[in-house]
């Protein structure tokens, strides 16, 4: 039974990460803190919860989370890279949700977020954790920087082009909506239900801390330089990511869909569906899959793909269990099985 | 023309009073304050009102609201009966969408509202803004309390019962449901998108500080102890409230459509919907009307009035600028025949 | 492994009992209809079980499912009826979500669905398919009647008051709230998103289907006449139902908090929360949990009771796995232990 | 006073013509016609404008649309060609807000509506009214074909790259999202709230009927040949347009915020908003308004176009009263001053 420890669970990915456990058969939750909420039992905060997590939130800087196997951090950015050397040099494996571990570029890192970064040792030998592409490094590592939401449906949408070498890498455009349990659970006046339902807008066109991500995972796959335009709209729903992608081909010769079927064959978590399909992002919600269509309009010269995930689940936290059974041994499944709920 | 002020002009009722206003023929907002956003363009934070609203949100100390003709408070309670004092004198017309002038019990306005009320006598002139109770009162008061929203609907849904008498107004059930927007356009983390919609909830069951204003209301029209159950909920919406009235008959003899037909045969503003109906919130959509089904289930001895309106009209920027108009002795239809939007 | 048969899986409740059972560690869905459907793979009707279920519909006709242990009925009233005296009599056990065994006089159910019922005499054996009523009853049966979403919330929220004897049942007030999922997956303009969402309303105050059997179940429990006021709202989310009650005490000595923790203390799905809650449906989002919430407002002589529900999992298919989990003798929380989606 | 007619007004774009003329100082319904609810009054199917408009729908046959002066068609595609010969020989004006007088080109009406066009030559002289493009040509009309809710937002998005010669237009792609009410007042399974709500998907990749006219529109502006790859998108809101347009930019040392404010300095019904927007449809709603935001991300070699509508209003009957204003000679802007409905 892995002994988990769970940093800031009061947030999205928090909650989400603790039905996940809960429902695990080799994982037991042993330690959860909040600074707002120590003291709190979890299942106060979270009804959803009662009867199934009993913990209390406990005080960060009494838990003892030295003596977990692996702890997740669904925190504010910043605060792993201040906790995970110390439990990286205790034997602990970490896994942060936030953005600490993703940029290997640590001024890029600086750039768009704010801070420099605290640890950048330990950063060169995270993992990044998207198993579609890092498998066997995710085995190995100690320290997981898992994927954005974005990033995630973006990169396993785009990457069968990138890696085939058959689009302009330099003109990739990705327009993505995502609904709105992205932004956090936090008091913002522009995602109150009445600001943010029965409402669509693009946000964020300046720039989004998740272009610099995807572009890092794009470009290793090609010696091309990689250019993204990355339009995000914020959609009024609770869960789901849908990447609408577009790539101009540079070879026409390709049968996209079999290239897709081929990449992913053996992936348990992306689904590549037939011809024609246009995924809808409650055929995800609640479960850890990313579904792909291929497209390519009028047979023309512009690659269509469409991407969905729910982005609590495959876009952060399912894809953390999922990135912990690989750590640990464990088939990669294992307490991942959820049917998608719907409607 | 009517010269308006409005203090506070950053929330929905405030948004909502520009809207209204902006269309009104006879007036003119002149000044608009808000400590928080003073230099802002109005039409900066609310685009919808680009090209319709040139003004600048001023600061409230600097603001010129004495030469106003009339002054909107769209604040927390507690600001308008610091400010009203001076500006009546000055002969400047208060009307208060906030709590301070509505309850004339100075206890009770101190125990739900947590604050002593600083000027008790201008309370004693206050009018209570229904125009459908008050309506001469009304065209000559100086300082209106203006109802709530739930208080609108809900009073007038019992009124004609009260009034004839006919129900056991000990045992008055009201079972009451509002959008979000009721909550104002503040950041809690309970009503942002993500938490209250696909979702629905009761709160406040220990007390809602309208229930003590709808029994002062009722209580006016009848010599027997007022006693009401008011069970407020939640529903994933952005404006509307829907009240569910119960009440026990004294009387079975009584016409109940007839009673409310007659009730409000004149009244501009509330519609007496015909036998059988099921009024959704969304016929009332953005405008400044109340409509009303009359029920009593298998003819028995309990009356099931459903009343519905838009929180934001006539439960609160409507009902003030109809207030507006009867104390300018103007047309009361004035600036408020706006058809609801529907879809 | 149970060998089970669904007729009708094209509908809520049919999609809601395949995402079940399709997480069932001991059953195994062999065959499934749909008459305007046979043919299509379920996966490529509802994309949210591909890779999950593999069967296609079948012929209603050639379908064999008397090779079936269980046969669930997902269908309009009126099948089951026709198909279960064969299926009953090969001992095939048949468990009816529609309404044709639910209630037990025949007369009461003409009425209220407009055909007269074609197998009085097994709607004689037939047993009401909730559990916290009638447990060992539903060990033993043949064919269920499982109670519809509204019964199962309202029963579940008065049983303990009408037991103990201490309200007026005479007077009973259901003020019901319901997602529109519960009006079933039919092509309805009253329920497309354009209407009924942003909206609010009640319908069917003349009558609605699960009045008469929420009476027939409360009837069994008390000598008195039970009356009841039961008035249904559309709530614009897709699950959840929320029933509001409301009952007069006739004695107001008993800690009504106690009596509904007792009355449940050893039931898997029933939740008593703690005092002064108010429940959300989001709580139990895709799991077969029905919580209660026990108030009496400032100490007066009117128990109020909140029950929250799924209504497409407590209130038809999850409790229909609970139901079948008793006829055939496994624990009652097989496949039952989804933890609630929230956000 | 303009006597109107309106063919078909049950659906959204009716009912939103009813809202808009109700409201029209010089306008007047005389006649309104539906075949399916014949006799029926107007406000009983939407009592949203009860008191508003006292007319009941005609039958089609017997309506004398011949008095009047101009007839909305609010119907199916293939009812206005077949009754609007009758009605120009009569000297009544025709306002198509189907797809009937859209397309000159015959065939590709025929490909994509999958009927012959049967009355050529009044489409020959039919003028698209998009006042933006055609003020001049519509003031003298006797026909108008209306341009669709997509086609309104995505041309105005484009046109002042186009007209300006400065982009790939071969190479257009224009990833749109629309509010269910685009899809029209019909009972479909896939626009219930319980499918189409918490959610999010592309559609009708293949080809959508709004393509070719927003090519042929596009077209008249360049000798170049107009490429264009069109995603829709259903946005789980009830109204609303949100069009994300890209553009590859041929040259770029062009102003493109100054091309499009001087483009639309005139215009009554666009605008262009401050560099840095992000629009959102709520800014619109309910309004005759399109606003446009441009973009060129990073400096970079795209265009990024953001254009938001009401696609009931600027989308359709909005722009309907619009035109019907400049056919009149009546200042553009009367009966369409509504303020955006926000929030």
């Not at 602990?92 to 949700?97: E, G, N, S």
């Not at 709105?180 to 066109?205: C, H, M, P, Q, T």
Request: charged share 20%; net charge neutral.
């Amino acid at each position: 039974m892995i002994k988990v420890g769970i940093v800031g669970g009061t947030g999205y990915s928090g909650v989400e990460l603790l039905r996940l456990l809960a429902q695990h058969p080799d994982a037991q939750i042993t330690a959860i803190t909040s600074r707002k909420e120590a003291g709190m039992p979890v299942a106060e905060m979270f009804p959803s919860l009662r009867g199934r997590v009993h913990l209390s939130y406990g005080d960060p800087v009494a838990a003892n989370l030295n003596a977990c196997d692996v702890v997740f951090f669904a925190t504010p950015h910043g605060v792993a890279m201040a906790q995970a050397p110390e439990l990286v040099a205790r034997g602990v494996k970490v896994i942060d949700l936030a953005a600490d571990f993703r940029l290997q570029d640590t001024a890029v890192f600086e750039k768009w977020y704010g801070m420099p970064h605290s640890c950048p040792d330990l950063l060169k030998e995270a993992v990044y954790g998207l198993p579609e592409v890092n498998r066997e490094a995710i085995r190995g590592a100690r320290v997981i920087g898992l994927p954005g939401c974005y990033p995630t449906a973006t990169q396993l949408g785009f990457l069968p082009l990138i890696e085939a070498g058959i689009v302009d890498a330099g003109h990739l455009i990705a327009d993505v909506k995502s609904g709105v349990s992205g932004a956090g659970r936090k008091a913002e006046v522009g995602l109150l239900l009445a600001e943010a339902s029965d409402n669509f807008k693009a946000y964020n066109i300046k720039g989004h801390r998740h272009a610099p991500e995807i572009v890092q995972g794009l470009q290793r796959m090609t010696a091309e330089r990689v250019g993204l335009m990355f339009v995000p709209h914020l959609v009024p729903m609770i869960r789901g990511i849908h990447a609408t992608l577009y790539a101009r081909l540079t070879r026409l010769d390709v049968d996209l869909q079999a290239l897709y079927e081929k990449r992913y064959a053996n992936e348990p978590f992306v689904d590549v569906m037939p011809p024609g399909s246009t995924p809808d992002t409650r055929s995800v919600r609640a479960a850890n899959i990313c579904r792909i269509a291929v497209h390519r309009p009028e047979h023309g010269d512009t690659a269509l793909i469409l991407v969905v995930e729910d982005n609590l689940v495959k876009g952060a936290s399912g894809q953390a269990v999922q990135v912990m059974n690989l750590m640990f041994g464990l088939p990669e499944s294992t307490g991942l099985t959820q049917v998608p709920v719907l409607p």
